[in-house]
């Protein structure tokens, strides 16, 4: 199992930053993908942005050029640097891992992050 604790989310006026970390913690060899999804009210949930274990990374159309996302490999977390934020970022943000040859998927809890107008 893959326990993944997250931080950094909260309440930020619209053009504001946040800050979000994730570590992986458990059965942690073998862990290839890390990144972020989010879910609005109302919308399925969506992935943000992924790194892989040797930086390859891709995001969603609407948030390219706004977030970065970085991995610490030795100490098995992953960053989002969110700026410009937006009133339609506005979502629970959840940690995925992606771990084995089946590629299983583990998620963090959810971190709220509210963008005010």
């Known amino acids: 199992q893959v326990q993944l604790v997250e931080s950094g989310g909260g309440l930020v006026q619209a053009g504001g930053s946040l800050r979000l970390s994730c570590t992986a913690s458990?059965?942690?060899?073998?862990?290839?993908?890390m990144g972020w999804y989010r879910q609005a009210p109302g919308k399925q949930r969506e992935l943000v942005a992924a790194?892989?274990?040797?930086?390859?990374?891709n995001y969603v159309d609407s948030v390219k050029g706004r977030f970065t996302i970085t991995r610490d490999n030795a100490n098995n977390t992953v960053h989002l640097q969110m700026n410009s934020l937006k009133p339609e970022d506005t979502a629970v943000y959840y940690c995925?891992?992606?771990?084995?040859?089946?590629?299983?998927?583990?998620w963090g809890r959810g971190t709220l992050v509210t963008v005010s107008s």
């Open positions: 458990g059965s942690i060899f073998s862990i290839s993908a």
């Open positions: 995925n891992v992606k771990r084995g040859i089946g590629l299983m998927d583990y």
């Open positions: 790194i892989t274990r040797g930086g390859s990374r």
